[in-house]
T-cell receptor, first 119, second 114 residues
Framework: AQTVTQSQPEMSVQEAETVTLSCTYDTSENNYYLFWYKQPPSRQMILVIRQEAYKQQNATENRFSVNFQKAAKSFSLKISDSQLGDTAMYFCAFMNPNAGGTSYGKLTFGQGTILTVHP | GAVVSQHPSRVICKSGTSVKIECRSLDFQATTMFWYRQFPKKSLMLMATSNEGSKATYEQGVEKDKFLINHASLTLSTLTVTSAHPEDSSFYIC??????????FGSGTQLSVL
């Protein structure tokens, strides 16, 4: 079974600064997907970024980038030029594409990190 | 992008009554629907997985008779909380798998049982 750990329950950052959220995971799989989701106060889950384990290049989406260290099983999210709208709970999640049948698409989430961006 | 419509967004019910939550995929066919439960400021916990036309697969510890899941078509899945009690109060979210690893989440339902 896979596990995902986010060791930072809460973090805060000043507007325009950079913040990094940590995530580690445990799996015996070689191929998998990792995600960062944002859940703002509206509670809608929003996909921030996705990483495929077989790709060595770190994924980037505008101000969001990841540092994917496969050997260390680490998947941190860096938010540059933080904006007030980035205030949300962030979840790291794992998906095993090799899971057959009904398990394909199942996400294992970390505990979440509440990020507050201060003006 | 693909949209998953989840209704109702908020429901308050009396203890002992049943509540149905619907998730509809509006512009795609969802082969698999996942149902999650979330407590305040906590993570999402998978309750069950449903595939169109077959019985749902429940996670360990989730009561099948309390949380009835129906996936009668490729565009509609429902979660019915039967004989709801205050401890069932929670935020429920569905997630539809389109193809491969692509997932789309509903907007969630806050259930409050009095």
């Amino acid at each position: 079974a896979q596990t995902v750990t986010q060791s930072q329950p809460e973090m805060s950052v000043q507007e325009a600064e950079t913040v990094t959220l940590s995530c580690t995971y445990d799996t015996s799989e070689n191929n998998y997907y990792l995600f960062w989701y944002k859940q703002p106060p509206s509670r809608q889950m929003i996909l921030v970024i996705r990483q495929e384990a077989y790709k060595q290049q770190n994924a980037t989406e505008n101000r969001f980038s990841v540092n994917f260290q496969k050997a260390a099983k680490s998947f941190s999210l860096k938010i540059s030029d933080s904006q007030l709208g980035d205030t949300a709970m962030y979840f790291c999640a794992f998906m095993n594409p090799n899971a057959g049948g009904t398990s394909y698409g199942k996400l294992t989430f970390g505990q979440g990190t509440i990020l507050t961006v201060h003006p | 992008g693909a949209v998953v419509s989840q209704h109702p967004s908020r429901v308050i019910c009396k203890s002992g009554t049943s509540v149905k939550i619907e998730c509809r995929s509006l512009d795609f066919q969802a082969t698999t629907m996942f149902w999650y439960r979330q407590f305040p400021k906590k993570s999402l916990m998978l309750m069950a997985t449903s595939n169109e036309g077959s019985k749902a697969t429940y996670e360990q510890g989730v009561e099948k008779d309390k949380f009835l899941i129906n996936h009668a078509s490729l565009t509609l899945s429902t979660l019915t909380v039967t004989s709801a009690h205050p401890e069932d109060s929670s935020f429920y979210i569905c997630s539809a798998r389109v193809a491969g690893e692509k997932l789309f989440f509903g907007s969630g339902t806050q259930l409050s049982v009095l």
